[in-house]
């Protein structure tokens, strides 16, 4: 994927009636955090802040330019218009690329599992792992090829094949993906495997 890069303006005022002023205009009004503390008021155009911002996740490093001063930051946060779907504001979160971070990385988990054809189930309960890693390793997402799966084999965290200087934070034993089957085929499972009850039993309750 290409490198996502916002062009962005400072700000020198705030508040609520600017910021619907900005909206006006085709912009959004936005924060950019840095790693020590300090924060800086900016606004993007809405147009292009829409449209880099397809495809990426909480863990995508993006450039934010600011008058020709570029920062590695995160999208943080996007606040929305509950009724239009409207970005309303923006919270980056600028990062120190020589300083080791902890991310959370979503999980892209692909495939038609063999076992599905087999009758069993499908689940994907986990969709995010937590690494810890330098910047410039962080992976934006992770790949799951679920299609070699058959019924009762699962996918662990532990399995997930990550790049080097990547460590993994998140338990290994969460499961990412299972087959398992149905439950109808279950109950029946136990019902043909319980134990059958005594004669004398049997006796014991048509006497009663």
């Known amino acids: 994927m290409s490198e996502v890069v916002f062009q962005a303006r400072k700000r020198t005022d705030s508040g609520s009636a ?32 829409a449209g880099g911002l397809r495809g990426i996740s909480e863990s995508t490093i993006v450039k934010v330019t600011i008058d020709n001063e570029s920062h590695d930051a995160f999208v943080k946060d996007t606040q929305r218009n509950m009724v239009s ?14 300083q080791i971070l902890r991310a959370r990385v979503p999980l892209n988990v692909f495939g038609n599992p063999v076992g599905i054809r087999n009758g069993g189930i499908f689940e994907s309960p986990l969709h995010d792992i ?54 109808a085929e279950e109950a029946a499972a136990v019902e043909e495997t319980a134990p059958a009850e005594p004669a004398d039993a049997k006796k014991a309750e048509a006497k009663a």
């Open 85 to 98: 779907g409207g970005i309303l504001h923006v919270d980056f979160y600028e990062i120190d690329t020589n």
């Open 18 to 49: 600017e910021a619907r002023r900005l909206r006006r205009q085709g912009r959004i009004p936005a924060v950019i955090y840095g790693a020590k503390g300090q924060s800086q008021t900016i606004d993007l155009d809405a147009v292009e802040f």
């Open 130 to 183: 937590e690494v810890e890693c330098l910047p410039r390793d962080l992976p934006p997402r992770i790949s799951v090829d679920v299609s070699g799966l058959d019924v009762n084999q699962s996918i662990h965290v532990r399995d997930l094949a990550l790049g080097e200087g990547v460590r993994l934070i998140s338990g290994g034993d969460q499961v990412i993906a299972l087959v398992k089957f149905a439950k």
